[in-house]
């Protein structure tokens, strides 16, 4: 061991053997910063030990009218536990002996000291000195960290449970027992498979392997209490290991989650009431609005007749009321349409055909359409559209229908000589279409439920302005069946602005677009997970050129993984990953099947034309609707919360 620097005092009332051992320390210990004391009388070391403090002590086994042992004990009631060194003339071993049980480190010879024998002897006490102090330091530390330990476990209000490799119990904290019912002596005394449930044991000890295998895990298990009924608990449990990476024991903090689990199944069948309602709600609607279409028809067909003056001649009065009955046929006919596709919507059999769309020249057939309507109410009709505007991937009918609602809306609330702007304008990889006017504007509050299904702006309409309430929550849905999103900005008496955006089309539109509509279907359950596979871009880059064995492999390994009939995958190859789909799954156990996706691609290496490919990054699974609500949302939380195991 180096000592930078050594502080000796050396006890002695002889001037030449204080000279002599000076000599030798500063001899042995050439190139260390030594301070050394001397005091020759037991006045003269009480007054040293008062002004300093010193690592090791030299003491005469004389000292005028004391012995060295009284010195010793007279340093020692300082609490000073620097180590000593008895030196003396004579060679009694009884001395010795007496010496060392009264705490000297050693007991030296005047006539046969050297060199050599008295710094190897400082040197041994100072190693074992300070090797002393750091022990003691540690102890005092572990035993500090082993009350906070203590004190947190037997705080928290979850269990707390250590096992060993053999999964055998080594510790757990009082609200493990509280929550099993047991005592500590029988948790421990008892096999931890006995206090799980018998239909949970072969997976709980597969997530104990897997947690020794890969570090940490989440799962869900049932407890089985002493004299109560199962427990729904998750475990967040982690492996413990030692200073070579080995596990050695698995730690876990346990959750009771009956309750939870208890309201869940109350909300599981809550939802299914109301779907049952609503679906009779659906039908219902469905079924009226086909009844009322062909009578309607019928009606409009009977009123256009006599419109045109085919059944004969009619007065300025009978005009009137046909005209009246024209513009309600019409009204009825647009509600009957509207509740046909709201039915389609939640059936989820409204189709959408996207495809290469020029957005500009749709636009301009649209505004043609309602130029004379404009005329008639005295408004503006005004149409920007960006040079170069880039084709969109949307349904042309469908955006059609966007684009006639807002339309219809904005030149229903504008009054005359005011003015409706249509206008478009590309930003990077979506196009947004604005139908601006200049009417009453909307309220905050309006703003806020202006999509909403039948809602009706209050204190702007008038008995004269009326509609069904569905249009903007129909284009609403339409615009994001496209993966699009529709947004009003207004002011009272500002007028209002309704913005919309669709994709620029390209390959990663028709990805997402691909991503959306094979969600939707799911998105009338309960819930549903997504776990995304991001891989290296040369994984998907070559899969139209030959060999394409890697992409293939790619898609089987996935298909592999997920197991379920259920399960499903949606490729992005634009993006370089891969989505799959757990209808009815939650984040928490879609962690599973993460960890078999992980698990396969770390056992089934992948290469392209004989370049291996990196293992896919694997993003913490996300859920439907607690992370979002579109496919859009959920892979922007998804990427926003990687993790690779």
């Known amino acids: 061991m180096f000592f930078a620097s050594i502080k000796i005092l050396i006890v002695d009332d002889n001037p030449d053997d204080v000279f002599i051992a000076t000599r030798y320390i500063k001899k042995g210990f050439s190139g260390v910063a030594l301070a050394i004391d001397d005091a020759g009388s037991f006045s003269a070391l009480e007054t040293r030990l008062d002004v300093s403090t010193y690592d090791l002590f030299l003491i005469d086994y004389h000292l005028g009218a004391y012995t ?17 060194i008895l030196l003396t003339g004579q060679g009694d071993e009884v001395v010795a002996v007496t010496a060392m049980k009264e705490g000297a480190w050693d007991y030296l010879k005047k006539k046969t000291l050297s060199v050599d024998v008295l710094c190897n002897t400082i040197r041994h006490a100072m190693e074992f000195s300070r090797a002393e102090v750091l022990r003691k330091k540690t102890e005092k530390s572990l035993k500090e960290s082993e009350e906070k330990y203590r004190t947190m476990i037997n705080t928290t209000t979850e269990g707390f449970w250590l096992l060993d490799l053999n999964f055998k119990t080594l510790d757990l904290n009082e609200s493990l027992c509280k929550m099993l019912q047991y005592t500590r002596k029988e948790i421990l005394s008892s096999p931890v498979e006995t206090l799980i449930t018998e239909e949970k044991r072969v997976a709980f000890k597969g997530a104990l392997e897997s947690i020794i295998a890969r570090g940490e895990k989440v799962f869900e298990t049932i407890l089985k209490p002493k004299n109560a009924p199962s427990i729904h608990a998750i475990f967040n449990a982690t492996s413990i290991r030692n200073r070579m990476g080995v596990p050695v024991k698995i730690f876990a903090f346990v959750t009771d989650i009956s309750k939870m689990k208890e309201a869940e199944e109350v909300l599981k069948k809550s939802n299914k009431a109301l779907k049952v309602i609503d679906q009779m709600k659906s039908d219902f609607l469905s079924y009226a609005s086909h009844e009322l279409r062909t009578p309607l ?3 409009r067909n009977a009123v256009a007749i006599l419109e045109k003056g085919k059944a004969g001649p009619f007065n300025e009065t009978q005009e009137r009321f046909i005209k009246i009955a024209s513009r309600n046929i019409d009204r009825l006919a647009n509600l009957v349409n509207d509740v046909l596709d709201l039915s389609k919507m939640e059936a989820g059999k409204l189709e959408i055909r996207p495809s290469e769309l020029a957005l500009g020249a749709l636009m301009k057939n649209v505004t043609a359409l309602f130029q004379s309507q404009a005329l008639e109410r005295g408004t503006r009709f005004e149409l920007e559209i960006a040079q170069n505007l880039p084709a969109v991937y949307a349904d042309s009918d469908r955006i059609e229908q966007v684009l006639c609602n807002l339309l219809s809306n904005a030149l229903k609330f504008t009054p005359k000589g005011g003015r409706v702007l249509v206008s478009a304008q590309a930003e990077r990889e979506w196009v947004t279409v604005c139908v601006s006017d200049t009417g009453p504007g909307l309220s905050p509050e309006d703003q806020t439920r202006v999509f909403d299904r039948f809602y009706q702006v209050g204190d702007v309409l008038n008995k004269s302005i009326q509609g069904t309430g569905l249009g903007l929550s129909i284009a609403k849905e339409l615009v994001e069946r496209h993966g699009g999103t529709i947004s009003v900005v207004s002011e009272p008496r500002q007028g209002c602005c309704f913005f919309f955006s ?4 390209s390959e990663r539109a028709i990805d997402m677009a691909t991503l959306e509509n094979a969600i939707r279907p799911y998105k009338k359950g309960s819930m549903f997970s997504l776990v995304l596979l991001v891989f290296d871009p040369e994984t998907f880059s070559k899969r139209d ?3 394409s064995e890697s992409y293939d492999h790619v898609l089987d390994l996935v298909l592999k993984a997920l197991q379920r009939d259920s399960d499903l995958f949606i490729a ?7 989505a799959c789909l757990l209808p009815g799954t939650s984040s928490l156990n879609a962690v599973t099947v993460k960890e078999r996706l992980t698990q ?10 004989d370049i291996k490919i990196p293992i896919p990054i694997m ?27």
């Open 297 to 299: 028809t019928s009606i």
């Open 572 to 578: 992005q190859p634009s993006f370089a990953r891969i």
């Open 619 to 645: 993003m913490n699974p996300v859920s439907y609707p607690q992370d979002g609500e579109t496919g859009k949302e959920l892979i922007e939380k998804a990427l926003l919360t990687v993790a690779q195991y």
């Open 68 to 84: 060295g042992l009284e010195v010793m004990k007279k340093i020692r009631t300082r609490g000073i536990q620097s180590p000593m």
């Open 600 to 609: 396969y691609f770390s056992l089934s290496p992948l290469s392209i034309q």
């Open 502 to 505: 669709l994709p620029v089309c």
């Open 545 to 547: 050129s030959p060999p």
